[in-house]
T-cell receptor, first 112, second 114 residues
């Protein structure tokens, strides 16, 4: 019963490098989201998706790209990492009609 | 502009006593509120929720109260246990926003001392 799986759990990047944070869920949830957690800021929504092929921006989308080619997967791409993107990233999913999000364990990213 | 605010960064209580965590919101379109609990190195987990048509929801030791006129909600934990020590986030949904698009507060670190 995997739920929401995020990889990698830890990553260190240099400024300007690119990478993809992977997220997969096995609950057949329609809705998937990416949040970042920073001290004193809570969790802020980066991008979300209401179904395969449909994505939209959240509160802090700049510097991030997403795509949703399947129901299960929702990768988050950093095209050119910046130190301001140092954070803990959480992927979450939920089914239609529900408010409760199921979160992954998080990915801690450090950009030097 | 922070639409959901948790003004107490931390709270310390004794085991067996009541913990009260507070949350204020500014967007009157919010109509569903949730509390999440987060342990270090783990993702947040859903704790309890309340719809705006109610003013109280109870689940075991956890009770959430909603005061719509004051745009305020609180989470009561009675009795508090050391295992309740965690970061607690309140979150809100509504105003036609899609499910999965929660707005979170900054979080309150709860420490329950044995």
């Amino acid at each position: 019963n995997a739920g929401v799986t995020q990889t990698p759990k830890f990553q260190v990047l240099k400024t300007g490098q690119s990478m993809t944070l992977q997220c997969a869920q096995d609950m057949n949830h329609e809705y998937m989201s990416w949040y970042r957690q920073d001290p004193g800021m809570g969790l802020r929504l980066i991008h979300y998706s209401v179904g395969a092929g449909i994505t939209d921006q959240g509160e802090v989308p700049n510097g991030y790209n997403v795509s949703r080619s399947t129901t299960e997967d929702f990768p988050l791409r950093l095209l050119s990492a910046a130190p301001s993107q140092t954070s803990v990233y959480f992927c979450a999913s939920t089914e239609a009609g529900a408010g409760e999000l199921f979160f992954g364990e998080g990915s801690r990213l450090t950009v030097l | 502009d922070q639409q959901v605010k948790q003004n107490s960064p931390s709270l310390s209580v004794q085991e067996g006593r009541i913990s009260i965590l507070n949350c204020d919101y500014t967007n009157s379109m919010f109509d569903y509120f949730l509390w999440y609990k987060k342990y270090p190195a783990e993702g947040p987990t859903f704790l309890i929720s309340i719809s705006s048509i109610k003013d109280k929801n109870e689940d075991g030791r956890f009770t959430v109260f909603l005061n719509k006129s004051a745009k305020h909600l609180s989470l009561h934990i009675v009795p508090s246990q050391p295992g309740d020590s965690a970061v607690y986030f309140c979150a809100a949904l509504g105003g036609g926003t899609s499910y999965g698009k929660l707005t979170f507060g900054q979080g309150t670190i709860l420490t329950v001392h044995p």
